[in-house]
């Protein structure tokens, strides 16, 4: 992983702090991410921007189910990342689409193995003023989302 530049911007009662990276040939995608939130001690990362490539994606599809592994797909070819979004903690929340050699497209929930291609150039920002945490949420059956206030 490279680390690219650290910025800092305030404005009217928020703070954004930005984290850029550059990931090389071979790299995983989300462990390095996570990484990088450890590292930094990142307390409510999102991503703002990725660019890149993947020659590996494991997604888990829309309606998925923890019961039905049949709609968790293990891609390996050349993509494109044209889209990657999400929040990041101890366990990050992550869409990505990738697109194939002929456009076309297919996107879902991150599980892992994002394996760069050519390079991800990735955008981190952190609200200064939240800290994120996840919580089983008996609606969903799923670890949600829960946003307090940085104390």
Same mark, same amino acid.
Not at 8 to 33: D, I, N, T
Not at 111 to 126: P, R
């Given at each position: 992983?490279?680390?690219?530049?650290? @910025?800092?911007? !305030?404005?009217? /009662?928020?703070?954004?702090?930005?984290?850029? @990276?550059?990931?090389?040939? /071979?790299?995983?995608?989300?462990?390095?991410?996570?990484?990088?939130?450890?590292?930094?001690?990142?307390?409510?990362?999102? #991503?703002? &921007?990725?660019?890149?490539?993947?020659?590996?994606?494991?997604?888990?599809? =829309?309606?998925?189910?923890?019961?039905? &592994?049949? !709609?968790?797909?293990?891609?390996?070819?050349?993509?494109? #990342?044209?889209?990657?979004?999400?929040?990041?903690?101890?366990? =990050?929340?992550?869409?990505?689409?990738? =697109?194939?050699?002929?456009?076309?497209?297919? /996107?879902?929930?991150?599980?892992?193995?994002?394996?760069?291609?050519?390079?991800? !150039?990735?955008?981190?920002?952190?609200?200064?003023?939240?800290?994120?945490?996840?919580?089983?949420?008996?609606? &969903? /059956?799923?670890?949600?989302?829960?946003?307090?206030?940085?104390?």
């Amino acid at each position: 992983m490279v680390v690219l530049s650290h @910025l800092h911007m !305030e404005s009217s /009662g928020s703070s954004l702090r930005v984290h850029a @990276l550059r990931l090389g040939p /071979g790299q995983e995608l989300l462990s390095s991410l996570l990484a990088l939130v450890e590292e930094r001690g990142l307390r409510a990362p999102f #991503i703002i &921007t990725c660019v890149g490539s993947v020659t590996k994606a494991t997604l888990r599809l =829309a309606n998925a189910t923890t019961e039905n &592994t049949n !709609e968790v797909v293990h891609l390996q070819e050349r993509f494109e #990342i044209v889209s990657l979004v999400g929040t990041l903690n101890k366990e =990050a929340h992550l869409h990505v689409c990738l =697109a194939d050699k002929d456009g076309r497209t297919v /996107g879902g929930h991150v599980l892992g193995d994002l394996e760069v291609f050519t390079t991800a !150039e990735v955008l981190v920002g952190e609200a200064s003023d939240l800290h994120f945490d996840r919580e089983m949420d008996d609606r &969903t /059956g799923y670890p949600e989302l829960v946003i307090k206030p940085r104390s």
